[in-house]
């Protein structure tokens, strides 16, 4: 083989492993069957590799006039893959395992009592249900914003999150970077801190972090916090990422951390979290039952309700589902949060398919 031949062969490998570096620090995939997104980023590799082939090694792929079928293995390849993931997740859906989207959730309801076993009332007045919405939570956070001065102009208010600090329910959000060049202005100075909404009493105020934080969902390269968390943790694959801060203030950022029942990411079931430290960047993972007590959200609420309705839907059969319908329940769109012990809990109503849609019952979901 010629030098020419072998620099074409060459180039195309040695300019897909440089995309895919480029690629994998952009939008870093978990090493893990389980993400879509190492499927996507294998797959583009793939047609990349295939095109580079064809480009570079045009001369040594033409036999008799015609094309060889070694200048079609990247575009074969990524059209495996695709028929790959696309057949697992057909046959990973409801119709195919009713049961195990049920039982997935089934095995997280309890029956009890709500109105004997829980304290809505005391001394006459509600203590501990967040009642308040996001949208003025972020309303008064932008007020203390506005009256910090030049604070305003530097930071901008980020997400807002119910947590519970001490026991109390707390809407909380950090300040974050408003573009890549404030970032790069005042990353040395770092963040300094974040607002907190009570949303029994209404109260808002800004709070100092003991130390400013630089890894953040506002960062970028190596602070951001997405990417800072992949990289500490490749294997892993997580979602929820948000704020909160322990009961002594110190900032963090938590993941939940997710294993998943069927196919390759049917039936997400939170397994556990990572915890970040907002000020050094450390990074620890817990299994579910071994978080810090501090941590309010390691099962969010939106992936117990969506459990709970594969409960609802599909206890009695996938086609019972969708035509007697008999015994099948989901919970209502939106829902509050209560403060049950020391944990964040978020209520919602029950209602049957079969009704009129009045709530039948209640769920209670204890995020920690």
């Known amino acids: 083989m010629t030098k020419r031949k072998i620099l074409r062969t060459l180039l195309p490998v040695g300019i897909t492993l440089i995309f ?8 870093p995939p978990a090493f893990n069957f389980h993400d879509p997104e190492l499927w996507w980023f294998l797959i583009v590799l793939c ?29 074969a390849a990524a059209a495996v893959l695709f028929l790959v993931y696309f057949i697992i997740q057909f046959f990973s859906g409801p119709l195919f395992h009713a049961g195990t989207y049920a039982a997935a959730g089934a095995e997280r309801i309890t029956t009890g009592d709500f109105a004997s076993e829980i304290q809505m009332v005391e001394n006459g007045e509600i203590t501990d249900i967040a009642i ?48 890549f060049w404030k970032w790069l202005s005042t990353r040395d100075d770092g963040i300094p801190g974040y607002v ?25 390269f190596n602070e951001n916090i997405y990417r800072h ?46 915890v970040c430290d907002a000020v050094t960047g450390e990074v620890t993972r817990y299994a579910a039952g071994e978080a810090p007590a501090w941590v309010s959200i390691v099962y969010p609420a939106d992936d117990i309700i ?34 049950v012990g020391d944990n964040l809990n978020a209520f919602t109503g029950i209602t049957s398919a079969a009704s009129d849609k009045s709530n039948i019952a209640f769920v209670l979901c204890d995020e920690h």
């Not at 580079?52 to 036999?63: M, S």
């Not at 709970?308 to 829902?335: F, P, Q």
């Open 47 to 75: 047609a990349v590799y295939g095109v580079l082939r064809l480009i570079f090694g045009h001369r040594t792929l033409i036999e008799n006039g015609k094309p060889t079928w070694k200048g079609f293995l990247g575009f």
């Open 132 to 179: 308040m919405d996001t949208t003025t939570a972020e309303a008064m956070g932008r007020r203390q914003i506005g009256s910090l001065g030049t604070l305003a102009t530097q930071y901008e208010l980020g997400q807002f999150m119910t947590t519970t600090v001490n026991a109390q329910p707390k809407k909380v959000a950090t300040l974050g970077y408003g573009s």
């Open 20 to 27: 895919a570096a480029g690629y994998y620090y952009y939008a």
């Open 306 to 339: 969506e459990l709970i309705n594969y409960a609802g839907l599909y206890g009695n059969g996938y086609w019972n589902s969708r035509l007697s319908k008999t015994g099948v329940y989901t919970c209502t769109d939106d829902y509050g949060y209560k403060v």
């Open 196 to 220: 907190s909404v009570d949303p029994v009493t209404g109260s808002s105020e800004y709070i100092e972090f003991p130390e400013p934080i630089h890894y953040s969902d506002t960062s970028y």
């Open 229 to 274: 968390l992949q990289f500490a943790a490749p294997t892993a694959v997580f979602g929820n990422v948000h704020f909160e801060v322990d009961n002594d203030g110190n900032p963090y950022w938590i993941a939940t951390t997710y294993s998943f029942r069927v196919g390759i990411n049917r039936v997400r079931v939170p397994d556990g979290v990572l």
